[in-house]
Nanobody, 127 residues
Framework: QVQLTESGGGSVQSGGSLSLSCEAS???????MVWFRQVPGKERQGVAA?????????VPSVKGRFTISLSKGNAKTTLYLQMNSLKPGDTAMYYC????????????????????WGQGTQVTVSS
């Protein structure tokens, strides 16, 4: 059974940097791993995605500022999100998620694609 454990996040001033990690155990060889974020009262929003084939993609609002990456170990895979030049608008709860196969339904931005979600970690950016 795949489990996702997030760490990182916190509070930072505008222009600062934070790094998020999501440790995944039990992944097979084909998967998508993504970061979403959500602000209370608003819909969950995709941030960045990567897959076992090595592709990466970002929403326009974070492209050039955020970097998604994977580190593959023997038993665990860790998903990272390096966030630079943070803005108050980046304030949200950030979630990692995994789809345990390739072949998305519609877009990677559709949260229904994902089989497993992390518990979330808060990122707060002050002006």
């Amino acid at each position: 059974q795949v489990q996702l454990t997030e760490s990182g996040g916190g509070s930072v001033q505008s222009g600062g940097s934070l790094s998020l990690s999501c440790e995944a155990s039990g992944l097979t060889d084909a998967y998508w791993m993504v970061w979403f974020r959500q602000v209370p009262g608003k819909e969950r929003q995709g941030v960045a995605a990567t897959n076992s084939a090595g592709g990466t993609t970002y929403v326009p609002s974070v492209k050039g500022r955020f970097t998604i990456s994977l580190s593959k170990g023997n038993a665990k895979t860790t998903l990272y999100l390096q966030m630079n030049s943070l803005k108050p608008g980046d304030t949200a709860m950030y979630y990692c998620a995994a789809r345990l196969r390739l072949g998305l339904q519609n877009s990677w931005l559709d949260g229904d694609n994902y089989d497993v979600w992390g518990q979330g970690t808060q990122v707060t950016v002050s002006s």
